[in-house]
């Protein structure tokens, strides 16, 4: 424990920043430019996500929640979850995600996590009084009510011993916590919030929000009621501040105050299955902040493995029945390929127009992207490489393998610089009779006839697809 003077607001600003959150900004910035640019594709956002096996668990299943996939359907891979959801709507769970993990750590103050629950509670109910606006506004707004109260979050996420004294006061006192910090921490929690979203670089919205300026913006007016009603849920639906914020709310979306309570309620209720989903249980209600998970650490990893593949090959057939581009069901395939056979490397090369090269077009795993320019291999009969050899003999083989399926083909200088010595693997595409391309994978560890298998029935989905895609656009 932390026994230190009295820090001021810049204080603060430098300790978190230094000591307690060190991560926060630089994971922020990186999402925001990504998200930001309209030239950022769905492998760039699948490939952030699928870096960290946590928040690839988490994003699925806040992903498969009502509040964000109201049609139940399932939703088994990242990519598709960036095409289903949209950028934005991953982008808000990838805040909420990396806030939650960032704040919540082993034995979190109870104080923290209901700090945290009205965060979300606000957010929900801001989101939901920008139903007029488009996606991505709504998704802003989700996001900047989410970090409204970042200083207040943060400074609970401390461990210091002033902080305890705050944790303590606060179960205390019927003051307010801005007043009620301000006596302990001798600083206003806002003013800290301003300034970590000023040198965080987050959103502009986030920025006029708190900037106490008399903004007629309706997406600050959404911000500002949907954090009122967040942090004062807890005074009831009878309170006088809740009937306050039942005015402003028939006000901002014109419908009557009855109308605007029952809607209140029914987002209140959506916020809580958000929460939920991202495994924060209030202190009133739970002695442990984070929900248990159950029945998976019963399920063997090659177990949990098979189930995952099958979950991702019904995505598959699913996205072409519902009329998914070519890219998307590539980039899944490629995904199911990288998590559901644990290959560090995944990608799909394509024929050129001539069909006498190929060239990778989509890659997933670290340092993928290179293979962007020293990917090239010819494909025909006198060929040395794999790649051309797999093609041209239309079936699935695997190179410096323990499995059936290795060939004894000397492989070229090329595919050794691409790939070195580690094991390969590779299937033919085509769509239909018209040769496509090739998908292919790798990792350091051996391949094995089951890994094969898992494979071949990956390379069998793919071709189904082109050969309906083919179809379908003749």
């Known amino acids: 424990m932390t ?28 999402l925001n430019a990504l998200t930001s640019s309209p030239e950022t594709q769905v492998h760039q956002l699948t490939e952030v996500i699928l870096k960290d096996a946590v928040l690839t668990s988490q994003v699925l299943k806040v992903a498969n929640s009502v509040f964000y996939n109201p049609a139940k359907s399932p939703i088994n891979t990242v990519s598709r979850a960036v095409v289903v959801i949209g950028f934005t709507g991953i982008y808000s769970i990838l805040i909420s995600s990396l806030v939650t993990d960032q704040l919540i750590r082993e034995n979190p103050k109870p104080a923290l996590i209901d700090s945290l629950y009205r965060a979300f509670h606000g957010a929900v109910q801001a989101k939901n009084l920008a139903q007029r606006l488009s996606d991505s506004e709504r998704e802003e707004i989700y996001v900047a009510t989410l970090l409204y109260n970042i200083g207040e979050l943060a400074l609970l996420s401390c461990d210091r ?47 006029t929000s708190l900037s106490d300026s008399k903004n007629p913006d309706p997406n600050v007016r959404a911000v500002m009621i949907g954090n009122r009603i967040g942090q004062q849920m807890e005074l009831g639906w009878d309170s006088a501040e809740m009937a306050k914020n039942i005015s402003l709310v028939a006000r901002h979306i014109d419908i009557d105050k009855e109308d605007a309570l029952e809607q209140i309620q029914v987002w209140s209720e959506d916020a809580k299955k958000v929460v939920q989903s991202f ?19 019963d399920i063997t990893k090659p177990q949990q493995q098979s189930l995952l593949q099958l979950d ?92 059936q399926q290795t060939i004894e083909l000397q492989p070229s200088p090329g595919f050794n610089r691409v790939f070195s010595d580690r094991p390969v693997i590779m299937g033919p595409l085509f769509a239909g009779k018209k040769p496509f391309g090739v998908i292919f994978a790798t ?32």
């Open 3 to 30: 026994k230190t003077k009295k820090l001021s607001v810049k204080g603060w600003l430098t300790h978190i920043e230094s000591t307690e959150l060190p991560m926060m900004s630089g994971v922020l910035q990186e």
């Open 161 to 207: 011993d002033e902080v305890d004294k705050l944790c303590r006061a606060l179960e205390s006192t019927d003051d307010s916590r801005e007043k009620t910090i301000s006596a302990v921490i001798g600083i206003k929690p806002k003013q800290l919030s301003r300034m970590l979203a000023k040198q965080w670089e987050l959103s502009e919205l986030l920025q």
């Open 279 to 297: 495994g924060i249980t209030p202190s009133e209600q739970a002695e442990s902040a984070i929900a248990g998970t159950g029945s998976a650490a």
């Open 312 to 403: 991702i090959l019904r995505d598959l057939a699913a996205m072409v029945f519902e009329d998914a581009s070519i890219n998307s069901i590539f980039q899944v395939l490629i995904e199911g390929i990288h998590r559901g056979i644990d290959m560090n490397q995944a990608g799909i090369a394509i024929l050129d127009p001539k069909n006498t090269r190929l060239h990778a077009k989509y890659m997933i795993g670290e340092d993928t992207e290179k293979w962007r320019e020293s990917f090239d291999f010819p494909v025909h009969t006198s060929a040395t490489n794999p790649l051309a050899h797999c093609l041209l003999k239309n079936k699935v083989i695997t190179v410096n393998t323990s499995t």
């Open 443 to 474: 990792r350091p560890a051996d391949i094995e006839d089951r890994d094969l298998q898992s494979f071949e029935h990956f390379v069998n989905q793919a071709n189904l697809c082109l050969a309906f895609l083919s179809q379908r656009t003749r």
